[in-house]
């Protein structure tokens, strides 16, 4: 059974920086493509930043500078180190394994606010 179980999200001002984790289970986590989503309600759904099997990186133009993605394939664990955090940043932020995506994790509550 393949779980993928995000963490980190919570409550910040803006200015500040979060660490959001997405722990895989039940696949060769260094055999998939990983990658961040975020959904702000009335929003649809976007792509945050991918991360493939070979460590190579994509970030949406509006995190790029910001965001930095990375994965530990021996903790079988993605991660996204968020800084200089804006209210537009806010949504729930869901990984995924797969590319195109496969397996989606529940998801983790970010808010960004003063």
């Known amino acids: 059974q393949v779980q993928l179980v995000e963490s980190g999200g919570v409550a910040v001002q803006p200015g500040g920086a979060l660490r959001l984790s997405c722990a895989a289970s039940g696949i060769i986590f260094s055999k998939y493509a990983m990658a961040w989503y975020r959904q702000a309600p009335g929003n649809e759904r976007e792509l945050v930043a991918r991360?493939?099997?070979?460590?190579?990186?994509y970030y949406a133009d509006s995190v790029k500078g910001r965001f930095t993605i990375s994965r530990d394939n021996a903790k079988n664990t993605m991660y996204l180190q968020m800084n200089s955090l804006k209210p537009e940043d806010t949504a729930d932020y869901v990984c995924?394994?797969?590319?195109?995506?496969?397996?989606w994790g529940q998801g983790t509550q970010v808010t960004v606010s003063s």
């Open positions: 991360i493939h099997p070979d460590s190579s990186t």
């Open positions: 995924s394994a797969g590319w195109p995506a496969i397996y």
